[in-house]
């Protein structure tokens, strides 16, 4: 579990190396430094960790999209050239993991979904926002490629997500390969590690908004609920995968939008969703307790 203890970070002024708006239900993280490649500077992990945890707290937030200033660079990794910098110990951490990696949406338990666009070169440390998205959509100029090992550092986090989305030797060769390999698009696509492949950056942009656009149309809930079943089955057998994805889904018989959206569906109306994950049904005479109702839905 992380550190939700936080400084206090003004969201909405100027913040280092990204830009965060949000409107209509979607938030928008743009990594702006496209001088130095869209890196990660070691002042720019507190601010996003903020940036993630306002995602995951904001109930006017229903889905997020990860994207990058200009054509060249989706994100070059982390800037060796600050690693020691005064805020060098934002990064270099010597705790457990859980305390001290706060990149991805996933490390800062966000479950509500999370789209990527990435357009140009994608390097190391960059690759959280890859791994750990929900979908990826990358422009046909798009490259992966992981060089940690090349300057002296363990390929781990991210190389571990790689190994989650691709192939085991595709994952082994980034890795071991460093900065003589590159995964281009198509192969990437080929491969799984994005979902769909579209021909500028501009379009990747564009596709991944259109994507939240339609996603947050859902009950958040209920996508919170579905994505939590999905990635836990991923670190865990398939027999308990299945009892943990029912346990998720009996829980939210009890919330509002179990109810919602079946009534929106049959009145021929848009739902109206609770955003609040610890809303119950409130019940009446024709209400009846669902741990005994038999049809799930």
Known sequence: MPDRALPVIDLEGPLPGVRYECANGIATITLDRPQRGNSLAPNMHRVIRAIWSDVRDNDDIRVAVVQATGEKHFCTGFDVAEAES???????VDKPFSQSVHWSPYQNEVWKPVICAVGGLCVGGGLHFV?????????????????????????????????????????????????HYRMPARRAYELGLVDELTETPADAIAAAHDLAMKIRENSPQAMAASKKAIWAALERGYGDALEEGWSLLRAHWRHPDFREGPRAFSEGRAPVWNPDPGAVIQTDGDDHDHDDDENEG
């Open 86 to 92: 005064d805020d060098a110990d934002e990064v270099f």
């Open 131 to 179: 791994v750990d998205a929900d979908i990826v959509v990358a422009s046909e100029n798009a490259a992966f490629t992981d060089t940690h090992v090349g300057i002296g550092m363990v390929g781990a986090i991210e190389n571990i997500g790689l190994a989650k989305r691709l192939p085991l030797g595709s994952a082994l060769r980034m890795t071991l390969m460093g900065r």
